[in-house]
C-alpha cells in the first residue's frame, strides 16, 4: 500500500506517494526524475547511487523511501548553485579527477561531507571518506589531488 | 613553450561540467514515453539441453506484455568472430543447448522491472543436464563432453567485409572437438636458437579470468517506429558502428534503418564491444510491441554475462646467453573462452599481437589455442591477452636475469626493440620510446637504490623475516606494447567539420565518449589544426545517423586513427577557409597566416580578416558553401586486410604505443599481504594530445593492472561465478592508491596526428609482472600465477 | 533487484514492537540501518510480511555514561559510536571496531545493534535467488545439505561482524524485551554458534533488542581491534581480533588478557587456552607466540568464504602475535 511522505529534495518541499519496498534511490530516479544519483550495484557496495539524508552520505539503495519521512536530501543536482559549480566540482573538472562520469555524482557528495568536517584533512583521511565510493577510471589519484586542492584554497 | 596552442595542454575536459552536476545522461538515465522494461531469463546450468519452455502463467501475469523464446527468434546467429574459419557460434536466445551459467533462455517485457522480474519466475523450463567442462586441460580430452557439436553454415559477417570466404576446420590442425580457435606462428630458427643458448628455463604461468567492472551497468534502449520502419538504439557500446552493423544483420533490417544514438557510456574497458543477447532483445521487443523497451542488467548479470578477460595458462621456454641476449623463446598457451567462442580467436591472435614488438628475439615459436568451456563466456578486456601474456614472459625473464646475475633492467634493456626495427610480420616501428621508458621507470621507483638496500635473491629465500624484519620491500618491472588501431570493422575513422558565420564549428565525429575523454581530444585536434580554441568547438558524437563512420574506442585506435580523420577534415576546412580569405584580400593563400580567429597576409598586418567575415563571404562567393571540411584515416593505411588470426600475418597496426612499468612493493611476511607503495610507469605515447587525460588513462591502467596483480579474479565453481559483486571481487579502493611516479615518453609518431599514439590500454598488461617481481624481489619468492594473494605469498614463504 | 513486497510498521515504544512481534509471529523483520536485512531481501533470503521499523522508538538511540557503566541504544549508528567522546576515551576499542565496519557510506545508516545481530555469512548463502538456484537450497536456506561440507542439517556459515568481539572483550551486557519479561544477559550467550539461527532473536520470536551497557574498563587496560581483510574498507573481515590486555604497572605481570575473533565460526569465538597463557605472566615474545599457536588453535574456521581455512588460522596467529606486542609494548 502506497504511503505519502514529505521529503525537501535539494531544497525543495515534494510530496510523493511511496511503496514500502522502494528504496530512496528509485524515488530519486523514477519519481522525481533525478537520474544524476546513479545506481551502480543496488548493493550499497559501490557509492554510485551517495546522496546526503541530513547531511550525511549513504547509499541510497539501501534506505527505503518510507524512511525519509520528513528528512532533508541533497543530491548531486543541488550541488551548483544558481549557476555557479561548487569549488569541488570545479576541482573536479580541473584536475581531471572526471572520466566515465558515473561515480563522479557519489564521489563529490562524498567528498563534500568529509569537508564539512574535516576542512584540512590528510591525503589518508581523504582516501579513507571515499573508501567506499569505487571508480574504476581514475586509479583515485587525480579524485584525490582535487579534494586535496580544495582543501588548501578553503583553508587559505 | 609548446609550439602548439591547443593540444598537448592539459585541458579540462568538455564534458566535466555536465558530469559533475549529474546532468550527463548515461543510457540507463534514458527513459522515454510508454517504455517498457525487459529483464531476461537465464540457464542455471552450466551444460543443459532444453527440453520445453512453458510461458504461459508469465504472459498471463497483469502487466507482462511479452515472452519470448529462442523459437520466436528463429535461426539468428551472430558473434564479435564471425568467419569462415570461425563461424558465429552465439544466438540471443538459446534454441537447444544452454552452455553456461546465464546462458539466455527468454526475455520478458513489461510495465515495470519489478513485473519482468517476477514473471522470470513464472517462466518453466525443463532441462537435461549435460555433463559439462570447466577447465582447458578437461576440454581438450578426447573424452570430453563436446559443447558445440555442429558446423556452422552460413555466409559470415567477414565475407561480406570481404574475407576470402575458404574455409577449412580448424578443429582438426589439432584434433581437439572443444578447441575454438588457433592461432600459430613462428620465425627464425627456434631449435637452433636453443642450441645457441647458455642458459634455458622452461616455466608454466597462470593468469586469472578478471572482470571489467565499469560502473555502469550494461543497458539497451530500443524504440521502433512502426511507421517509419526505424529502430532507435541507446546502447552501452564503444563503437556505435560495429554494434549497428551486427544487430542491423541479426535483426534482419537495413543497416540504414537501424540508428545508435548518442548516450554518455559509463566506463567499459573492453567490456562493452561485444553485441549482447539483451541488446538483440530490446531492439525485438520493441519490435514486436511497437513501444519502447529497456534492459538494463543487474550488477551479478554484467559479472556473469558481459564478458571476463581469459584465464590463459602459458608455457614458456626462453634461451638467453650468458650477456643476457635472448636468442630463442618457445611459447604455448591455452584459452579458456567460455561456452561461446567470445574473443577466443582474437586474444589468441594478440597474445602473439600485442607483445612481439616488445623484445627482439630472433627465433621465436607461439602457439595460443582458445577452448570452449561451460564458463562465462570471455570478451577483450584493456590489453586483451597482453596483460596474461606479459605476465608469464616478464616474470620469467626476471628469475633469467636473477640467475645469471645480471640486473633485470640491463637484460630488458638490452632486448628490447628500437626505432626503426622492422616487426616479422612487416609493421615498422616509426616511433619506439622503449628503453628511455625503462630508464624512467627505474629511476620512478629508484632502482638501484632499492635494489641495493634489499636482500637480494638468495640471501633471504623462504626466510620470514630471518632478519628480524616483518615488513619487506622490493622493486620490480615488466612492458608492454599496444597496438594504435588496426583494420577491423567499419575499416576507417571519418570526420565532418562544419564552421559557423561566428567563427566557431562544431566536430562530427563517431567515436563515442566512455570515459577516455575521446569528445575533447579530438576537439582539441580539430582546434588545433583550425586555429581556434577548444571552447569555440562543439563536439557533436556517437550518433549512427548523424556522424560519420567510426573505427570505435577499442584496439586503441581513437587518438591516432580517428585523431587522423579529424586532423585532415579540420585542415579541408582550414584550407577552404584561406582560399575564400584569400580571395577576399586579394593574395595568394601561401601569403596567409592565421591565429585567435584571425587571417593576416604576412608582413602585412593590418591586412586581415576575421574567420567569422571569412565564412560568411564563402557562403557568398561559393556559391553557398558554409565551408565544410572532410576527412577519413584508414584502420591501418598500409594495408587494405585485417591479419590473419590464425598464421599472424599481415601488418597488424601503424604504430605502436610502448610503456615500462615498475613498482615497490612491502610485503608484510607474517600475513602474506602485499601493498604497492609506489608505482612507476613511463608510457611512450608518441605525444600527448591532452596532459590530464593521459595521465588520467594511465593512473586507471596501474590501478587496473595492480588490482588484477593482486587481488582480483573472478571465482567459479563448477562454472558457477562465487564472487559477482563489488563486495566479493576485490577491486581497488581508494585506500589502495599508491604514489604514482607516472612520465610520459614523447617519440613523436610520424604516422600520428601531432605525434600521438596509443595510450589507455597499454598499461595494465606490465602491471603484473612488476608486481610479481617486486615481490620477489622483496622476499625471495615466486608466485607463477595472477593474483598474487596473501594465501599464496605466506604458502610460498613457509614452504 | 527489487525488494519484495512487505508491509512497513513503525511502532513508537518497545511493547509495541513485541506486541507486533508476537501477533506476526515468524512474519517479521525489525530494520534499524537495514544494510545488511535489505540486501538479503534483494536476494530473497529473507522475504518478511512485516518489516517492524525501530526509527521511531527514539529511546533507543542514545549513548550515555553512568555510574561505571557507558550504556548505547542499539539504535546508535556506527558513525554515532565512532564520534562519541565518552566511547572514544573510555571504550577505544569499540570505537576502533565500529571505524572498521563497512565503508563510510554503510556507518551513517547501520547501527551497533543491528551489527550485533548480523546474519552469519556463507558462499554459498550469500547470493542471489538466481545464483542459489543453480543447486538445492543449503540448509541455512530452507534445505537440507550443507554446500560447504556436504553434510545434512549443519550450517557452517560465518559470523563476520565487527562490534561483537570488541564488546565480548569488554564484558559488555545487553538487555532484551519480550512479552512481559525483560532480561540481561552477557553478550557473549547471545550468540548461540548455530549457523542457521546465530543468535538469540534470529528465529524471530518476540523479543527485541533495547539496551547494550559496558562495564568501565579497570585502570590501564589497554584494547585494540583489528580487521584483517583484503581491502581496508568494503570488505567484511577475514578475521576480526578484539584483544584486552591489563598488566600490573609494577610487576609488568599480566593481570587480564581477553582475545575474541570474528570470521573464525558461527559466532564470536573467544580464544580462552590462549588467554590462559598470558595471564599470569610477564609478556615476551616467545610467551605470546605461545599464546598465538594455542589461540590458532582454538578457531575452526570453514570454508565459507574466498580463503582456505588454514590461511585463516595463520592469520589468527599473526595477528594475535602483532595485537599483544603493541599492547604490551614488547620488542620484537
Known sequence: MKRLINIVVNGEPHEVAVNPEQTLLEILREELGLTGTKKGCDQGECGACTVLVDGKPVSSCLVLAVSVNGKSIATIEGLSQNGRLHPLQEAFVQHGAIQCGFCTPGMLLAAKYLLENRPLPSEQEIKEAIAGNICRCTGYVKIIEAITAVAHSTAQ | MSKYAVVGEGLPR???????????????????????????????????????????????????????????????????????????????????????????????????????????????????????????????????AVIHENSLEGTSAWEEWGAAGRSHDYRAEVDIDNASARSAISFGDVEEGFRQADHIREDSFDAAATAHCALEPHAAVASYDPVNGKLDLWLSTMGIFLKRFVLSKALKMPISKVRVRHSYVGGAFGGKIDVFPYEFCAAYLSMKLGRPVKIELDREEVFTTTRQR???????????????????????????????????????????????????????????????????????????????????????????????????????????????????????????????????????????????????????AKGSGRDGARFRRGVGMSLCSMFSGAM???????????????????????????????????????????????????????????????????????????????KLAAADARRQLLEVAA???????????????????????????????????????????????????????ETDRYPSLAKAKGLFTSAYGFCAQAVEVEVDTLTGKV???????????????????????????????????????????????????????????????????????????PNGPFGAKEVGEGAVAGMLAAVANAVNDAVGVRIYSTPITPDKVLSALQG | MHLPKFEYLEPGETSEVVSILGKYRGQCSIIAGGTDLLVAMKQRRQTPKYVISLAKVSELKQIREEAGMISIGPLATLEEVVASGPIQKKLPVLAQAAWEVGSPLLRTVATIGGNLCLDTRC??????????????????????????????????????????????ALNAQIQLIGDGDERWLPLARFYTGVGRIPNLLAAGDNEVLTE????????????????????????????????????DPDDGICQEACLVFSGVGSRPVQAAEAENKLIGKRLNEDIIAAAAETAAGEVHPVKTDRVNPQFKKKIVKAMVREAFTELGGVKS
Not at chain 2, 577548444?534 to 580517428?562: K, N, Q, W, Y
Not at chain 2, 586581415?608 to 561559393?622: L, P, T
Not at chain 2, 595521465?695 to 564472487?723: D, T
Not at chain 3, 585494540?224 to 568494503?234: M, N, Q, V
Request: charged share 25%; aromatic share 8%; hydrophobic share 40%.
Open chain 3, 212 to 247: 547494550i551497557k559496558v562495564p568501565l574498563p579497570a585502570d590501564g587496560t589497554k584494547g585494540l581491534y583489528r580487521k584483517y581483510r583484503f581491502r581496508e574498507s568494503i570488505d567484511f573481515p577475514l578475521v576480526g581480533l578484539a584483544a584486552i590486555l591489563r598488566v
Open chain 2, 310 to 460: 581469459h584465464p590463459i595458462s602459458i608455457k614458456i621456454k626462453t634461451g638467453i646467453k650468458k650477456d643476457g641476449t635472448i636468442v630463442a623463446q618457445d611459447i604455448k598457451l591455452y584459452a579458456d573462452n567460455g561456452g561461446y567462442r567470445g574473443s577466443g580467436a582474437i586474444v589468441v591472435f594478440l597474445c602473439h599481437g600485442f607483445s612481439f614488438p616488445v623484445y627482439n628475439i630472433p627465433n621465436y615459436r607461439y602457439e595460443g589455442i582458445a577452448v570452449y568451456t561451460n564458463n562465462p563466456i570471455r570478451g577483450p578486456q584493456r590489453g586483451h591477452g597482453a596483460p596474461q601474456v606479459r605476465f608469464a614472459i616478464d616474470s620469467q625473464l626476471d628469475m633469467i636475469a636473477r640467475e645469471l646475475g645480471l640486473d633485470p633492467v640491463e637484460v630488458m634493456l638490452k632486448n628490447v626493440r628500437h626505432k626503426g626495427d622492422v616487426l616479422p610480420n612487416g609493421d615498422k616501428l616509426n616511433s619506439c620510446g622503449l628503453s628511455d621508458a625503462i630508464r624512467g621507470a627505474a629511476q620512478g621507483v629508484n632502482w638501484t637504490v632499492g635494489r641495493s638496500q634489499l636482500n637480494k635473491g638468495e640471501d633471504c
Open chain 2, 675 to 749: 601493498k604497492v607503495l609506489k608505482a612507476s610507469t613511463f608510457h611512450d605515447c608518441g605525444f600527448p594530445l591532452n596532459k590530464t587525460i593521459v595521465e588520467g588513462q594511465v593512473e586507471g591502467c596501474v590501478s587496473m593492472g595492480m588490482g588484477q596483480a593482486l587481488s582480483e579474479e573472478i571465482v567459479l565453481e563448477k562454472g558457477q561465478l562465487f564472487n559477482a559483486s563489488f563486495l566479493n571481487y576485490r577491486l581497488p579502493i581508494a585506500t589502495d592508491t599508491p604514489e604514482t611516479k607516472d612520465g610520459l615518453v614523447d617519440s613523436l609518431e
Open chain 2, 488 to 566: 577491423y570493422y567499419p575499416f576507417a575513422s571519418a570526420a565532418m567539420i562544419k564552421l559557423h558565420d561566428d567563427g566557431s564549428a562544431t566536430l562530427f565525429t563517431g567515436s563515442q565518449e566512455l570515459g577516455q575523454g575521446i569528445y575533447t581530444t579530438l576537439g582539441q585536434v580539430a582546434a588545433e589544426e583550425l586555429g581556434i580554441g577548444l571552447d569555440d568547438i562543439r563536439v557533436v558524437a556517437g550518433d549512427t545517423e548523424i556522424t560519420p563512420i567510426d573505427l570505435g574506442s577499442f584496439l586503441s585506435g581513437g587518438a591516432l586513427v580517428t585523431g587522423n580523420a579529424v
Open chain 2, 14 to 144: 568538455i564534458d566535466g561540467p555536465e558530469k559533475a552536476t549529474g546532468q550527463a545522461k548515461f543510457t540507463v538515465d534514458i527513459k522515454l514515453p510508454g517504455m517498457l522494461y525487459g529483464k531476461i531469463l537465464r540457464s542455471p546450468y552450466p551444460h543443459a539441453r532444453i527440453i520445453s519452455i512453458d510461458t504461459s502463467a508469465a504472459e498471463a501475469l497483469p502487466g507482462v506484455k511479452a515472452v519470448i523464446t529462442g523459437k520466436d527468434i528463429g535461426e539468428v546467429r551472430y558473434a564479435f568472430v564471425d568467419t569462415p574459419r570461425y563461424p558465429a557460434d552465439e544466438r540471443p536466445l538459446a534454441i537447444d543447448k544452454v552452455r553456461y551459467i546465464g546462458d539466455e533462455v527468454a526475455a520478458v517485457a513489461a510495465v515495470s522491472e519489478a513485473v519482468a522480474e517476477e514473471a522470470l519466475g513464472l517462466i518453466k523450463v525443463e532441462y537435461e543436464v549435460l555433463p559439462a567442462v570447466f577447465t582447458p586441460e578437461e576440454a581438450i580430452k578426447p573424452t570430453a
Open chain 3, 123 to 168: 558462499r554459498f548463502y550469500n547470493q542471489s535467488e538466481f545464483w542459489r538456484g543453480a543447486r538445492p537450497d543449503c540448509f541455512k536456506a530452507g534445505g537440507v545439505i550443507c554446500h560447504v561440507t556436504n553434510k545434512e542439517n549443519t550450517c557452517y556459515s560465518t559470523f563476520s561482524g565487527d562490534i561483537a568481539p570488541a564488546l565480548i
Open chain 2, 583 to 637: 580571395e577576399i584580400l586579394e593574395v595568394k593563400v601561401e601569403d596567409l597566416n592565421y591565429r585567435n580567429k584571425q587571417i593576416f597576409v604576412k608582413g602585412n598586418l593590418d591586412k586581415s580578416i576575421s574567420y567569422a567575415k571569412a565564412i560568411q563571404g564563402s557562403v557568398f562567393r561559393k556559391n553557398g558553401n558554409p565551408i565544410i571540411g572532410t576527412g577519413s584515416y584508414k584502420g591501418n593505411p
